[in-house]
Nanobody, 122 residues
Framework: QVQLVESGGGLVQAGGSLRLSCAAS???????????MGWFRQRPGKEREFVAG????????AYSDHVKCRFTASRDNTRNMVYLQMNKLTSEDTAVYYC????????????WGQGTQVSVSS
């Protein structure tokens, strides 16, 4: 089992920034670098959506069009951490943000965090 815990959410004014963190742990987490990691969010009244993907098979990080050029995802495999730096936030970014993990090459994310709330005031 892999446990994921997000932190760093909060209330911020439009145009501001936040940095989310996700800590991974678990007795089966032998090599964090072999896990694909993802950030997702669920906006009020909307389905959960993809935000960013940090996949083991490419050095490129994938972003949704909604956040491209404003958000930066990164990972620190030595600390079993992933991060999401969010800049130029708008009210449309208000959502619960989730961290997710899957073993490299998997076709769906097996592990999810509990989520952290990000609220952007206009």
């Amino acid at each position: 089992q892999v446990q994921l815990v997000e932190s760093g959410g909060g209330l911020v004014q439009a145009g501001g920034s936040l940095r989310l963190s996700c800590a991974a742990s678990g007795r089966t987490l032998y090599d964090f670098s072999n896990y694909d990691m993802g950030w997702f969010r669920q906006r009020p009244g909307k389905e959960r959506e993809f935000v960013a993907g940090l996949w083991t098979w490419t050095i490129n990080i994938a972003y949704s069009d909604h956040v491209k050029c404003r958000f930066t995802a990164s990972r620190d495999n030595t600390r079993n951490m992933v991060y999401l730096q969010m800049n130029k936030l708008t009210s449309e970014d208000t959502a619960v943000y989730y961290c997710a993990a899957r073993k490299s090459g998997g076709d769906h994310y097996d592990y999810w965090g509990q989520g952290t709330q990000v609220s952007v005031s206009s």
